[in-house]
């Protein structure tokens, strides 16, 4: 009685098909932007959890990176480095001014 023609059922399908796959790709799209957006915000908050000493005659932007693995790392009184040596430390460690 209410059979449908061929073509149409091959529409049918056709139509359904495209629609899973649009929806696979829209799923790969969103997780893809989540794990980004996660990405991002942990690398900022690595960056911004960065210890700010105060800046003094061993703490300021003209030290040489030499300088502050000879008290930081080679047991003096400085605390510890708790990361591996870089070959840069302000871009991380911005000395403070005192009244900050």
């Known amino acids: 009685m209410g059979a449908a023609h061929p073509e149409q059922q091959g529409k049918a399908v056709g139509n359904q098909e495209t629609g ?3 929806g696979r ?3 790969l799209f969103l997780m893809t932007g989540m794990v980004l957006l996660l990405g991002f915000g942990f690398a900022i908050w ?3 959890s960065a210890p700010r000493p105060l800046e003094n005659d061993y703490h300021n932007l003209s030290v040489p990176p030499q300088r502050c693995l000879l008290c930081h790392q080679s047991g003096g009184t400085a605390p510890p ?3 591996r040596a870089l070959s840069f430390c302000f ?5 403070r001014k005192s009244g900050q």
Request: proline share 12%.
């Open 81 to 83: 480095m708790n990361h």
């Open 46 to 48: 690595h960056f911004a």
């Open 25 to 27: 790709w829209q799923r």
């Open 91 to 95: 871009p991380c460690h911005l000395p």
């Open 20 to 22: 899973r796959k649009r």
